[in-house]
C-alpha cells in the first residue's frame, strides 16, 4: 500500500528470539511443554477455589482474577510464537501487531495493579483482622477488581496510541518474538526520541508507584507480624505474605531490565521476556499452592474428582 512516495506497512515479520537460529525445534517443544503447564496449572488453582467454599474469601477472589490473567497472559504471543517455530509463516498483520502490543500490555498492567490490591488486602488482614470483614466487602473486592482491569486498559490504550500513531513506512522486520514498544518503535518513519522519553516515564512510573505502595504495605504488615506473640501465628502470616513477595518480585524484575534499561540488550531482552511471558505464570500456581494447606487441600479434591481417585 503507498501513500505519497512512502510504501506503508500493512504486515510485520517477527524474527524470534535473537541468535536462536536452528534452535526451533527444541524452543517448539520446550515453549509448547510451558505454555500447557501454565494453562492446566492455572485453570486447577482456578477449579481449586471455586469448587471450595472455605476459599471465598477476598485473597482467593484477587488469585483467582490473578489466574485468569495468568492464562491469557502468555496466550498474547505464547499461539503466534509456536506457529512460525513449527516451521508456518512468521508474518503478523499490522491489526495483529496493534492487538498484541494493546493485550500484552493491558494484561500486564492489571496484574502490575492487581498485586497492588493483593498487597493491600494482606495488610487489612493482619494489621486490622478484626475490621476485616467489613473493610473488604464484596462490593470493595468487586470495585478493587473492576478498577484493576480499568486502569490497565487505560494504561495500554495510551502506550499502544502512542506506538501506532507512529508512520511505519520502511522496514517491517521486527526483531523480536512478538510486538513490543521497544521493538516497534526502531521500525518508525520519524523521530521517536519524544515519544521514548513519554514512554519510558509511563512505563517506568506506573510499576515504581505499585511497588512504592506494595513496599508501604509490607512494611506495615512486618511491623505487625513481629507484634504477634503467637509463634505459630507468626509463621503462617509470614508464609502467606511470602508466597505473594514472591509473586511479586518474579513480575516486577523483567520490567525494570526490559524498559527501564539505558542501553536495550536484544537478547538478554527476550530471554527475560520469555520468562516473563511463560515461566512466571507457570510458577505462579505453584507458588501459591505449595506453602498453603488450604489451596493444596482443595486441589488434591479436584484432581480426585477429575481421575476417579479414592479420598485418602
Request: charged share 10%.
Amino acid at each position: 500500500m503507498k501513500m505519497g512516495n512512502a510504501s506503508v506497512v500493512t504486515k510485520f515479520i517477527l524474527l524470534g528470539i535473537p541468535h536462536t537460529e536452528d534452535l526451533e525445534t527444541m524452543l517448539f517443544v520446550l515453549f509448547l511443554g510451558c505454555y500447557v503447564f501454565t494453562l492446566m496449572g492455572n485453570l486447577l488453582i482456578l477449579l481449586a477455589i471455586v469448587s471450595s467454599t472455605r476459599l471465598h474469601t477476598p485473597m482467593y477472589f484477587f488469585l483467582c482474577q490473578l489466574s485468569v490473567c495468568d492464562i491469557f497472559f502468555p496466550s498474547v504471543s505464547s499461539p503466534k510464537m509456536l506457529f512460525y517455530l513449527s516451521g508456518n509463516s512468521r508474518a503478523i498483520s499490522y491489526a495483529g501487531c496493534v492487538s498484541q502490543l494493546f493485550f500484552y500490555h493491558f494484561l500486564g498492567c492489571t496484574e502490575c495493579f492487581l498485586y497492588t490490591v493483593m498487597a493491600y488486602d494482606r495488610f487489612v488482614a493482619i494489621c486490622y483482622p478484626l475490621r476485616y470483614t467489613v473493610i473488604m466487602s464484596h462490593r470493595v473486592c468487586a470495585i478493587l477488581a473492576v478498577g484493576t482491569s480499568f486502569f490497565g486498559c487505560i494504561q495500554a490504550t495510551f502506550l499502544t496510541t502512542l506506538t501506532f500513531q507512529l508512520p511505519y513506512c520502511g522496514p517491517n522486520e521486527v526483531d523480536y518474538f512478538f510486538c513490543d514498544i521497544p521493538v516497534m518503535l526502531k521500525l518508525a518513519c520519524a523521530d521517536t526520541s519524544a515519544l521514548e522519553r513519554v514512554g519510558f516515564v509511563s512505563v517506568g512510573l506506573m510499576p515504581l508507584s505499585c511497588f512504592l505502595l506494595i513496599l508501604t504495605s509490607y512494611s506495615r504488615i512486618v511491623c505487625s507480624i513481629l507484634q504477634i506473640r503467637s509463634t505459630e501465628g507468626r509463621r503462617r502470616a509470614f508464609s502467606t505474605c511470602s508466597a505473594h513477595l514472591t509473586a511479586i518480585l518474579l513480575s516486577f524484575m523483567p520490567v525494570v531490565l526490559i524498559y527501564l534499561q539505558p542501553t536495550p540488550n536484544p537478547w538478554l531482552n527476550a530471554t527475560v521476556q520469555v520468562l516473563n511471558n511463560l515461566v512466571t505464570p507457570m510458577l505462579n500456581p505453584l507458588i501459591y499452592s505449595l506453602r498453603n494447606k488450604e489451596v493444596k487441600y482443595s486441589l488434591r479434591k479436584v484432581l480426585q474428582q477429575v481421575a476417579f481417585l479414592p479420598e485418602q
